[in-house]
């Protein structure tokens, strides 16, 4: 079965993705950032934490790169309305890269290779257009790693069942904690492994991201076959979400881990 990608592109999880910037989500990459710098971003997805890098490696140019065209033509838009003027956007797929090789000095993806089914051949495409002695830095959940409160069976279930559709299609929620081990893999080298928490606030946000996706489960054929669930539950799936998100103790808190290797 072929890779699909989890998260869909309704305004719903655009929006969650575009409130995203380099400070929250890429603080791990700042020290490794120059000004000059000519950046790759692949999987930049509406582009809010590509233009916080566009704007720290000024002069240099910032290459984003998304195999959604709709992702691609709203950071565009992004730039022009936020007036950065050296970044780019671009479709294109991270297993075969519209790019030419060894052409960047730095490499970064975000919340990408947890969508990935071949992660090494993915890491290949950017090793080859990396320069020798360019940088690459991963970060991704782990869905090992969540702190939920108050939990509830029904809770529990809806989270379950979103890893299963992740895993369904050909995604892996588990990556984080493999990230340092695919850079090995591919041949990077001087890997810099660290992990950190997001602590939602308000609940909010990620409770209605999860409920709309399991309500717009395409897998749900397969789910009852496999007795996952059956149509009725997904309602009440993410009701437990909309009601936890409510809850005057709800806490969640994502695992997200980051890698930075070299190209020797
Ligand atoms: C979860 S979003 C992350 C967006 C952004 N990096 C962020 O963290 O806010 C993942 C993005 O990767 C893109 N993507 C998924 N598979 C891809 C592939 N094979 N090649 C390029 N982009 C891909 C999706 O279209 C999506 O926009």
């Known amino acids: 079965m072929p890779e699909r990608y989890t998260p869909g592109y309704s305004s719903n999880a655009t ?11 890429g603080a791990f ?18 582009g809010s934490i590509a ?30 309305t936020q007036a950065v003027s050296n970044a780019n956007f671009l479709e294109g797929n991270i297993y075969a890269l519209p790019l030419r090789d060894n052409s960047f000095d730095a490499i970064f993806s975000h919340a990408l290779f947890e969508h990935l089914q071949e992660p090494v051949q993915a890491l290949l495409e950017l090793w080859r257009v990396l320069k020798p002695g360019g940088i690459i830095g991963l970060r991704s959940p782990d869905w090992g790693g969540f702190l939920i409160a ?11 069942y979103y890893k299963w559709l992740q895993q369904q299609n050909n995604g892996n ?11 090995r893999e591919t041949g990077f080298t001087n890997i810099k492994a660290s992990a ?8 909010s946000a990620i409770a209605e991201y999860l409920a709309l996706r399991i309500e717009a489960s395409e897998n749900i054929d397969q789910a009852v076959e496999k007795g996952w669930t059956y149509e009725q539950s997904l309602t009440a799936m993410s009701r437990a979400l909309r009601e936890w998100s409510q809850h005057p103790d709800g806490f969640f808190a994502q695992a997200w881990c980051e890698v930075v290797g070299c190209k020797s």
Do not use: W
């Open 15 to 25: 929006n969650f993705m575009a409130k995203r910037n380099l400070d929250t989500h």
């Open 29 to 46: 990459f700042k020290p490794y950032l120059r000004p000059g710098m000519k950046l790759l971003d692949c999987g930049c997805g509406p």
């Open 51 to 80: 233009l916080g890098l566009a704007k720290a490696i000024a002069p240099g140019t910032l290459t984003g790169i998304d195999r959604e065209v709709s992702q691609i033509r709203i950071a565009t838009e992004s730039a022009f």
């Open 150 to 160: 108050p939990t509830t069976p029904e809770l529990d279930k809806s989270l379950s």
């Open 173 to 183: 929620p588990y990556v984080g904690r493999e990230l340092r081990a695919l850079l």
């Open 196 to 203: 950190s928490y997001q602590c939602y606030e308000p609940l």
